[in-house]
């Protein structure tokens, strides 16, 4: 059964400080998926990055980074500078291929990201 | 280009009640997944449609179906409504055989 976890539950920082959500994943298939997720107070999921499982390639794209480390089943995000707008809930989720060819992720329950003028 | 769209952004329903709650894919999807997300929760998966059928089905009672129509729209049906069932309905479609899923802005249903 494929599992995430995000131990952070909330962070608070100051606007231009780096921060970095965690994402611990747990699961038996050697393909699968990773993504993550922002979440506004809208409420709308909007799709931020994903990763297969044979890519560990980390990737930087503007303020954000992404470190995937399959030796300890970790998928961090960091934001570097925050800002303000970058308030939001942020969420891990994880893909395996079901039957069928069908792809359910499972969501870990989010970090709410804070970031103060 | 639309991304997807769900209608109606806000319901209150009373106990026993049911609901219809409705979703339109993104430009070139034809596969709708539904997700239920309580208060301070990830989003939970109830059932994915793809061409017209219930393809996978989450951990969710009876209560809880769905329809797909030809032009790839689809809507989440719950009876017998309890306060539980309070929460974000949040709709995702995809393109068949793609593992990335693109989400709606979601129904907040409230029971009272």
């Given at each position: 059964a494929q599992k995430v976890t995000q131990a952070q539950t909330e962070i608070s920082v100051v606007e231009k400080e780096d921060v970095t959500l965690d994402c611990v994943y747990e699961t038996r298939d050697t393909t699968y998926y990773l993504f993550w997720y922002k979440q506004p107070p809208s409420g709308e999921l909007v799709f931020l990055i994903r990763r297969n499982?044979?890519?560990?390639q980390n990737e930087i794209s503007g303020r954000y980074s992404w470190n995937f480390q399959k030796s300890t089943s970790s998928f961090n995000f960091t934001i570097t500078a925050s800002q303000v707008v970058d308030s939001a809930v942020y969420f891990c989720a994880l893909s395996e291929a079901a039957s069928g060819g069908s792809y359910i992720p499972t969501f870990g329950r989010g970090t709410s990201l804070i970031v103060h003028p | 280009d639309a991304g997807v769209t769900q209608s109606p952004t806000h319901l209150i329903k009373t106990r026993g009640q049911q609901v219809t709650l409705r979703c339109s894919p993104k430009s070139g999807h034809d596969t709708v997944s539904w997700y239920q997300q309580a208060l301070g929760q990830g989003p939970q998966f109830i059932f994915q449609y793809y061409e017209e059928e219930e393809r996978q089905r989450g951990n969710?009672?009876?209560?809880f179906s769905g329809h797909q129509f030809p032009n790839y729209s689809s809507e989440l049906n719950v009876n017998a409504l309890l306060l539980g069932d309070s929460a974000l309905y949040l709709c995702a479609s995809s393109s068949s055989g793609s593992d990335t899923q693109y989400f709606g802005p979601g129904t907040r249903l409230t029971v009272l």
């Open positions: 499982s044979f890519d560990e | 969710f009672p009876d209560r």
